[in-house]
């Protein structure tokens, strides 16, 4: 008898902890992003700069907590070489190296191997949650305009871009990560269905030696991230 009373009432927790994770399934993968915060440094920057990673866009899969979950448990494996920062959106994550899904289940993610900030078409990928999410590239979708301050840091120097174009576009428009003379930033996530792409692009401004930006820039970039 108390060996069958004993499963009975496992066989009720179990059943009470899936209820729980399927009703709070968003909360649960909310929270698992937005408190990834990795320490970004000058010396981690350069270590992860120097490792290999994925850029084939077609196999990102769309997030779920599974994958979050996993993201989370593996988070040692994305590779930080930086962080986006637009002030005017209060939007600031980490920049990873690479599009493969567990990068991009936590940060933003450098679409091509040869990108150098301040230079060329600095292009990065970023899931956009919905719902009135402000984790990731979210805030893009709900408030990115011309005008805006994109901010960009290897911990070493701050680049600053200033955005003069949104528009949607074809998911299959691959040619907008393709490497340009101008020095521009462009920044890729999905409609509100996920049939079409928003890009933000900003023309380049200027750089400046991270300790010699404004402190209110610097906090932006190094002092935790505001996704909520």
Request: charged content about 20%; overall charge positive.
């Amino acid at each position: 008898m108390k060996k069958r009373e004993w499963l009975r009432w496992t066989t009720i927790v179990i059943l009470l902890v899936v209820s729980l994770a399927l009703i709070f399934n968003q909360q649960i993968k909310y929270y698992l992003v937005r408190t990834y915060h990795p320490q970004v440094t000058k010396q981690t920057v350069q270590q992860n700069n120097a490792k290999k990673a994925k850029y084939d866009f077609s196999n990102v899969q769309d997030l779920n907590l599974q994958s979050v979950a996993k993201a989370r448990a593996r988070k040692q494996s994305i590779n930080v070489i930086g962080v986006i920062s637009i002030p005017a959106i209060k939007m600031s994550i980490p920049i990873g190296k690479g599009v493969d899904n567990n990068t991009l289940a936590l940060a933003a993610g450098t679409m091509r191997a040869d990108q150098k900030m301040g230079q060329g078409n600095y292009a990065l990928a970023g899931h956009n949650m919905a719902h009135g999410s402000r984790i990731l590239f979210s805030p893009l979708y709900y408030d990115a305009k011309v005008g805006q301050k994109i901010y960009l840091t290897d911990m070493n120097r701050i680049y600053e871009y200033r955005i003069n174009e949104r528009k949607f576009i074809d998911a299959s428009r691959v040619d907008v990560v393709e490497n340009t003379p101008q020095k521009i930033v462009t920044l890729i996530t999905c409609n509100a269905t996920g049939s079409r792409r928003l890009m933000i692009r900003g023309n380049y401004v200027k750089s400046m030696q991270f300790e010699k930006a404004p402190q209110s820039v610097q906090k932006s970039l190094s002092k935790g991230y505001t996704n909520r």
